[in-house]
Nanobody, 115 residues
Framework: QVQLVESGGGLVQAGGSLRLSCAAS????????MGWYRQTPGKERELVAD???????NYADSVKGRFTISRDNAKNTVYLQMNSLKPEDTAVYYC?????????WGQGTQVTVSS
């Protein structure tokens, strides 16, 4: 089992920044990819960004140039630096980890961007 715990969400004004953190624990060996997803009421969960164990990254078009995902393997933590936030970035953000084809999820952290 893998446990993922997010932190860093909150309320910020448009144009501001937040950094989300996701700490992994448990059977963390061979976690191949970690990422961030977000979800708003009535919509499906969508990929924001992900990063492989080798550091390759992938971003949703809507966040390219504004968000940066990074990974500290020594701390078993993945980060999402969010800059130039927009009201449409408001959502619950979930950390995701993939290990041997199984997906693991954190409990989610709320990000609210006011206009």
């Amino acid at each position: 089992q893998v446990q993922l715990v997010e932190s860093g969400g909150g309320l910020v004004q448009a144009g501001g920044s937040l950094r989300l953190s996701c700490a992994a624990s448990g059977d963390i060996i061979c976690i191949s990819a970690m990422g961030w997803y977000r979800q708003t009421p009535g919509k499906e969960r969508e990929l924001v960004a992900d990063i492989t164990s080798l550091g390759s990254t992938n971003y949703a078009d809507s966040v390219k140039g504004r968000f940066t995902i990074s990974r500290d393997n020594a701390k078993n933590t993945v980060y999402l630096q969010m800059n130039s936030l927009k009201p449409e970035d408001t959502a619950v953000y979930y950390c995701n980890g993939v290990r041997y084809g199984h997906e693991y999820w954190g409990q989610g952290t709320q990000v609210t961007v006011s206009s």
